[in-house]
């Protein structure tokens, strides 16, 4: 489904000059969902978590199809899935915002991480990194993942956890 192009959007008229976003980013509801999980887990107050879920529940319903990655977001509508841009923040985000040690591969986004680092490498010389759009040929029609993809992983320091609430 292809998404309009986004109309001139004008100045509020009570001259604020605030201007009225109608698309999502899953993005900024993984960033809105930790900081009201960390709130929540801080002062245990329930809109936090509630908060926190709903951001959440969006950014679940931006995985795509194949649960492999998350898509950017929504397009103007606010309801139909942005499916033109796949960034590489988002993909590591959500692995970090919602990760587990206890179920790691229980998250939803267990796969986002190795998808983007499959998808998203890059080589510049002697610099190898991520790119900003995927690398497969669907995406750009020429160029192909490393294959010396994925690295060997260092061992994951221990985390260190928040002290008790007072």
């Known amino acids: 489904m292809s998404i309009p192009p986004s109309p001139p959007t004008p100045a509020a008229e009570d001259g604020s ?8 980013a899953t993005e ?12 929540h887990r801080l002062t245990g107050a329930p809109t936090c978590k509630t908060r ?5 529940t969006f950014a679940r319903s931006m995985i795509s199809d194949d649960r492999n990655h998350l898509w950017t977001g929504t ?3 606010g309801v139909t899935v942005d ?9 590591v985000w959500s692995h970090l915002a919602a990760y587990d040690p206890d179920a790691p591969l229980d998250s939803p986004y267990a796969h986002t ?11 510049d010389g ?3 990194g991520s790119a ?6 669907a995406a750009s029609g020429s160029r192909a993942p490393p294959t010396s993809w994925p690295p060997a992983r260092p061992a994951t320091p221990p985390v260190t956890p928040l002290p008790p609430r007072r």
Do not use: C, Y
């Open 17 to 24: 000059g605030l201007v009225e976003r109608t698309w999502k």
């Open 28 to 39: 900024h509801n993984i960033d809105v969902g930790a900081f009201f999980a960390m709130l």
């Open 52 to 56: 926190s879920d709903d951001a959440f």
């Open 75 to 77: 397009g103007p509508d």
């Open 83 to 91: 499916e033109k841009a796949v960034p590489e923040d988002v993909q």
């Open 113 to 123: 991480v190795d998808w983007a680092a499959g998808r998203m490498a890059a080589t």
């Open 126 to 128: 002697p610099f190898t």
């Open 132 to 137: 900003a759009a995927p690398s497969t040929p």
